[in-house]
Every structure is written in structure tokens, then in C-alpha cells.
């Protein structure tokens, strides 16, 4: 069964420090590969998406992607109150396929 | 970003009851929609993937006949839970994937949800 893991948390950061997200995967002909918001409530929110190793970045984040390792990062830069939510990394299943499969999430709470 | 939207965002029910959730791409065409579930805790779980035009292609066991979904145009696709009951409460979200346009294709923007309580 293709998997995709995450440390449920929750992980607890200073407002101003770089909150570090992980994501491992099973399937390693994934390609596609998605970080998504979810606020407590509410329905996630695409934050970034990456299918080339290395990094990539918006604004505060960046994402990371290792295919040889199987591993996807997000990193949050100067973390803020707002920021406080549940993270979902999201892998697309395969080659002509749209379907994601979603981590638990991990909770990430900024302290101020 | 794109636009999802879904009706109604809250509902309550009693037991047996049927209820419907629109899900509606309001700014693109989506040719492909996606309905999820999501306990409290909980990740999404894909429970189908809606095509405009055909049937809808279920997950394994989710039950096709209680969950009734049609995809009858490029901006709507709708969720009909059929004979509800309370373990059916749940969190319901849809997604749409843009077809073409400046987007990732395979990105995939969800609706605000639905929140299903039956009683």
C-alpha cells in the first residue's frame, strides 16, 4: 500500500524561528508532490507544490524534495502566530493519474 | 487561486434522511472533481473521483450506492449520502483539478466543506 508519513506533532516553535515540516513516501515513482494548510474547521489550502529535486521557494517557504530518499520538506521562515495549523503533505499516486495521497498532517503551534 | 465552492457548509439530519452537497468550480472548468472525507483527527480520505460526462470511480470500500455522485457539467459535480446515519457524520470536502491555464495541472484546489452531522 503506497504510504505517505509525517510526524503527527505537535511541533511547537518560537514566533520568528524556521519551522522545519517531514515528509516520507513509499512509492518511489511518485512525481508530484504537495503541501496544503488545513486550519482547525476548515479545508486545506495549497501552499506549495514541487516535482524537481531540490528546493523551491515563496515567499517564507521552501520546499525540499529528495526522490533518492524518498523525503519532502517544508520549511516556514520566520514563523508567525498564524502559521499555527495542521500541515498535509500530498503525493500524486502516478504517472496519469490526479489522485493525491494525504499524510495525517503534522500540527505545528508558533508560540508568540 | 482558484475557486471552489460547496453547498451547504453545515447540515444536520435526522437518521435515513438523504442529503445532497454541491461542489461547484465557480472561475474554470473542471473536468475532473474529487470528494473526500475527513474524520475528526483525521486525514482526507479520497472516497471517489468524479468525471464530467461518465461515472464517478470509487475507492475501495466506499460504498458506490450509498454515496451517489454526478458530475453533470464542466462546473459541477454533486454528493447525494443516501439513508444517512450518524457514522456517515463527517467533514466532506471536494477538490477540482484546472484544466489547463497557467496552474500546475495536477494541482488540485479544494472547496471550503461541507460538515455533515446526523443525528
Known amino acids: 500500500q503506497k504510504e505517505v508519513e509525517q510526524n503527527s506533532g505537535p511541533l511547537s516553535v518560537p514566533e520568528g524561528a524556521i519551522a522545519s515540516l517531514n515528509c516520507t513516501y513509499s512509492d518511489r515513482g511518485s512525481q508530484s508532490f504537495f503541501w496544503y494548510r488545513q486550519y482547525s474547521g476548515k479545508s486545506p489550502e495549497l501552499i506549495m507544490f514541487i516535482y524537481s529535486n531540490g528546493d523551491k521557494e515563496d515567499g517564507r517557504f521552501t520546499a525540499q524534495l529528495n526522490k533518492a530518499s524518498q523525503y519532502v520538506s517544508l520549511l516556514i521562515r520566520d514563523s508567525q502566530p498564524s502559521d499555527s495549523a495542521t500541515y498535509l503533505c500530498a503525493v500524486k499516486r502516478g504517472a496519469g493519474s490526479y489522485q493525491l495521497t494525504f499524510g495525517k498532517g503534522t500540527k505545528l503551534s508558533v508560540i508568540p | 487561486g482558484a475557486v471552489v465552492s460547496q453547498h451547504p457548509s453545515r447540515v444536520i439530519c435526522k437518521s435515513g434522511t438523504s442529503v445532497k452537497i454541491e461542489c461547484r468550480s465557480l472561475?474554470?472548468?473542471?473536468?475532473?472533481m474529487f470528494w473526500y472525507r475527513q474524520f475528526p483527527k483525521q486525514s482526507l480520505m479520497l472516497m471517489a473521483t468524479?468525471?464530467?460526462?461518465?461515472?464517478?470511480?470509487?475507492e475501495q470500500g466506499v460504498e458506490k450506492d450509498k454515496f451517489l455522485i454526478n458530475h453533470a457539467s464542466l462546473t459541477l459535480s454533486t454528493l447525494t449520502v443516501t439513508s444517512a446515519h450518524p457514522e456517515d457524520s463527517s467533514f466532506y470536502i471536494c477538490?477540482?483539478?484546472?484544466?489547463?491555464?497557467?496552474?500546475?495541472?495536477?494541482?488540485?484546489?479544494f472547496g471550503p466543506g461541507t460538515r455533515l452531522t446526523v443525528l
Open positions: 477538490s477540482a483539478i484546472i484544466q489547463g491555464g497557467l496552474a500546475f495541472p495536477d494541482t488540485q484546489y
Open positions: 468524479s468525471n464530467e460526462g461518465s461515472k464517478a470511480t470509487y
Open positions: 472561475d474554470f472548468q473542471a473536468t475532473t
